[in-house]
T-cell receptor, first 111, second 113 residues
């Protein structure tokens, strides 16, 4: 079975902190994604990567950056956390052609 | 830009009933469509994937159909059970060169014992 693992289920951070969310997949997938999910807004794509060291902006990249140094690992970075970044963050990976598999999610609260 | 709509937003049915969840999309030039299940506070679990050349896929009590020309997909759940209670999302991949999925906002299903 494909496994996508997010490093934390729950995180509480303070405003202004630099926050790292880590995601690891074990299926040698080329593509990896970071989404955030908010009530009433659904899933929105933050960033995605289709290869090591490659990244593309999604629909809402502002306030975020990403890093993909190894094929299996895709990190989401909140440079200076703000309260409006409190959300559920979901990582996914997919093969080509794409069939997406998701991690268990990280519930981030910024106080 | 692709838009995906799921109606209804919420559905409540008695246990044992057969039900259909609907998904529509605006651009029929899709590569595939995927149905997911999400339990409260959890990630998404892939249920079924339909390639654009396929009309339907089946897994156990679940059957997903795709009518690309009309921009519609349905997820049929037979003999519903309380354990089926969850939010169901559909997602469309538009084009072979694009790796992005466009999601609907989901249908929250409650199966009443």
């Amino acid at each position: 079975d494909v496994k996508v693992t997010q490093s934390s289920r729950y995180l509480v951070k303070r405003t202004g902190e630099k926050v790292f969310l880590e995601c690891v997949q074990d299926m040698d997938h080329e593509n990896m994604f970071w989404y955030r999910q908010d009530p009433g807004l659904g899933l929105r794509l933050i960033y995605f990567s289709y290869d090591v060291k490659m990244k593309e902006k999604g629909d809402i990249p502002e306030g975020y950056s990403v890093s993909r140094e190894k094929k299996e690992r895709f990190s989401l970075i909140l440079e200076s956390a703000s309260t409006n970044q409190t959300s559920m963050y979901l990582c996914a990976s997919s093969s080509t052609p794409p069939a997406a598999f998701f991690g268990q999610g990280t519930r981030l609260t910024v106080v | 830009k692709q838009e995906v709509t799921q109606i209804p937003a919420a559905l409540s049915v008695p246990e044992g009933e057969n039900l259909v969840l609907n998904c529509s999309f605006t651009d029929s030039a899709i590569y595939n469509l995927q149905w997911f299940r999400q339990d409260p506070g959890k990630g998404l679990t892939s249920l079924l994937l339909i390639q654009s050349s396929q009309r339907e896929q089946t897994s156990g009590r679940l059957n997903a159909s795709l009518d690309k020309s009309s921009g519609r997909s349905t997820l049929y759940i037979a003999a519903s059970q309380p354990g089926d209670s969850a939010t169901y999302l559909c997602a469309v991949c538009s084009g072979a060169g694009s790796y992005q999925l466009t999601f609907g906002k989901g249908t929250k299903l409650s199966v009443i014992p």
